[in-house]
């Protein structure tokens, strides 16, 4: 399903991360606009079932962010709102995440 079909009236996606995004130990593609975190996945093959789970900007609490160094490079970012969310994936992506959720949540 497309994004499109997410999105609310006057969202914007700010960041967009499919690659190797994990949270509770499943893959997820991950977007973020002025207003929500949202993970997605789908699965199946013949009859395909989607996974999606939504935090709204204006409910984080705080952010925490991890790395761990070594060959894989990867980094943990827990946050903290309505729901504790922690994603793991490679320490570019999920630092860049970082960045754009502390721009959101200052300036709400």
């Known amino acids: 399903m497309p994004l499109k079909d997410f999105l609310v009236p006057e969202e914007q996606v700010k960041f967009i ?9 499943k893959k997820y593609d991950l977007f973020i606009t002025n207003k929500r975190i949202l993970l997605y996945r789908e699965s ?13 900007i204006e409910r984080l609490q705080g952010l925490e962010y991890k790395e ?13 709102g309505g729901i504790k969310i922690d994603i793991k994936g490679p320490s570019k992506e999920v630092r860049n995440m970082f960045k754009i959720l502390e721009c959101l949540i200052n300036s709400k």
């Open 17 to 25: 991360c499919r690659r190797d995004i994990e949270y509770a130990n």
């Open 44 to 56: 199946g093959f013949i009859n395909k079932s989607e996974d999606v789970i939504c935090e709204k």
């Open 68 to 80: 761990k160094g070594g060959l894989l490079n990867l980094a943990k970012i827990s946050i903290n």
